[in-house]
């Protein structure tokens, strides 16, 4: 289980209203099992795995006014004691500082129970990990343009790159060029590496 903590960082004048609408998109969402809004401008959601996971912190990133914050517990040596909702939530609402930035992802991986400890050792190499893994792809995702985004949102939502071509209404070789100018392959790489550290945070135990 993991808590992915959004902090908004954007500019817009409604603000309050378009970090609501996000928060309820998401929570409309297969990836979430709950969210909770913070305040005005922040809101935190629950997410039962490292798909789950990675899908939502990739949902936010392409958003693109939110810095972010992930948060997870160490299961205890005898792995009898889940981590609770409460304590990964906690530690993804520290990982979040003040002058973090729209794009940006820290991980925050705690030992259980009180006191928000950080787990120390192979704990603190894996978050270190995952949030390279994410700066990795939000850089990829800032470089993409509107036609950019198009192309690979329908790669991601399973048509094949000949469908995804007859959508658009261009041609199959125009489309594996937009494509590539969106780095699709990079994002698909980044995108399992990441994927695979999150489920080595999910493992972990104190």
Do not use: N
């Amino acid at each position: 289980m993991f808590a992915v903590y959004a902090a908004y960082r954007g500019r817009s004048q409604r603000r309050g209203e378009y970090v609501r609408d996000v928060a309820a998109a998401l929570e409309r969402s297969s990836m979430v099992e709950s969210v909770e809004m913070k305040g005005i401008e922040d809101f935190v959601c629950i997410a039962p795995g490292p798909d789950e996971a990675g899908g939502l912190v990739m949902s936010l990133l392409q958003a693109g006014d939110f810095a972010l914050g992930i948060g997870s517990v160490v299961a205890d040596v005898e792995g009898d004691a889940p981590s609770s909702a409460e304590e990964a939530i906690g530690a993804a609402t520290r990982a979040v500082t003040r002058s973090q930035r729209a794009g940006a992802v820290s991980v925050r991986i705690e030992k259980p129970g009180p006191g928000g400890v950080i787990a120390p050792g192979r704990a603190a190499e894996v978050a270190q990990d995952i949030a390279a893994a994410f700066t990795l792809l939000a850089h990829v995702l800032a470089r993409r343009t509107k036609e950019g985004r198009e192309a690979t949102a329908l790669l991601r939502a399973g048509h094949l790159q000949a469908e995804a071509a007859e959508i658009v209404g261009i041609s199959k070789q125009a489309m594996s060029q937009r494509l590539a100018a969106a780095g699709w392959h990079a994002e698909q790489a980044g995108w399992t590496l990441a994927v695979h550290m999150l489920a080595r945070a999910d493992e972990l135990k104190g």
